[in-house]
């Protein structure tokens, strides 16, 4: 390892620098925090994307027209992209929301057979 005072190059079993005697446990210990500080980075709950989906299932309920159909499509890619985070709250949100796609989906794919509405 090179020390970060004079970049002398060190053996890794070495403590203090053998060129200017600096510490190198601090660069021992450094790639540990680093790691942890990535880690909970990953881990964060994708809050703002969360609250948007949830949003989103809430207007899609709403008789807009073509709109209901994009808004449809958004809340899809939002499910999956909930369901690929790395965080569980998200992964949970992500199936419960794909979940409810579905069967609305199926419901109103169904109703329009039932009533011989056909999209072009």
Known sequence: MYCPKCGNQNSDEVKYCSNCGNSLMSIITQPLSTDTIEESEENETPVALIIITWLLMIFSFFPLGQVTMLIGIAILFCAIFLLFSKNSTGKTNGWIVLIIWI????????????KGIHYN
């Open 103 to 114: 069967i609305t989906f199926l419901i109103g794919f169904f109703g329009a057979l039932n």
